[in-house]
């Protein structure tokens, strides 16, 4: 049979696992976000550069 204190020991490691778990997971989502960010930039400026490239392209024609 467990003693009190061993079942309190238990308890206290027990909460350290969940704890670092949810850590855990929250740190990978964290990276998962910013990755997500990051990646979204990136598709952002490609959008402009090759909306000003089009412009540049068009006013070039333009002006001829």
């Given at each position: 049979?467990?003693?009190n204190q061993e079942?309190?020991?238990n308890q206290r490691n027990n909460k350290s696992v969940a704890?670092?778990?949810k850590n855990?997971?929250?740190?990978?989502?964290e990276?998962?976000?910013?990755?997500l960010e990051a990646t979204e930039?990136?598709?952002m400026n490609t959008v402009d550069a090759?909306?000003?490239?089009?412009k540049n392209l068009t006013?070039?024609?333009n002006n001829r």
């Open positions: 049979m467990m003693t079942n309190n020991q704890k670092s778990i855990t997971a929250g740190s990978a989502f990276t998962a976000h910013n990755a930039n990136v598709a090759t909306k000003n490239a089009a006013g070039n024609k």
